[in-house]
């Protein structure tokens, strides 16, 4: 399986951004598709996961301002990250699992997003 994340940038505070995760490869079903982050000097986090299901999960320093989605037929997950802040800035990492048998889980390459003005 393989992952490509796009979409991150610079951007103003209380902007927004759309990162877009594809995978391709053998994808089976029973998936969850997710985002986490990580800035200098601190560990990676959780933002947001997605069962192929639609039953979503947050990190506490995104919920009610980050969505994520997914487009199950396009094997793709979306966050649409809305009034961002100067601590979001951080790399992206997508990351794919699936938590039955036949277990895996693959990451994806970051994607930088900046938040500053």
């Known amino acids: 399986v393989q992952l490509q994340a796009s979409g991150g940038g610079l951007v103003q505070p209380g902007g927004s951004l759309r990162l877009s995760c594809a995978a391709s490869?053998?994808?089976?079903?029973?998936?969850?598709m997710g985002w986490y982050r990580q800035a200098p000097g601190k560990q990676r986090e959780l933002v947001a996961t997605?069962?192929?299901?639609?039953?979503?999960r947050y990190g506490d320093s995104v919920t009610g301002r980050f969505t994520i989605s997914r487009d199950n037929a396009e094997n793709t997950a979306y966050l649409q990250m809305n009034s961002l802040k100067p601590e979001d800035t951080a790399v992206y990492f997508c990351?794919?699992?699936?938590?039955?048998?036949?277990?895996?889980?693959?990451w994806g390459q970051g994607t930088q997003v900046t938040v500053s003005s």
């Open positions: 990351k794919t699992n699936r938590p039955i048998t036949p277990v895996y889980m693959y």
């Open positions: 490869g053998s994808i089976l079903s029973a998936n969850v």
């Open positions: 997605i069962t192929s299901g639609g039953i979503t």
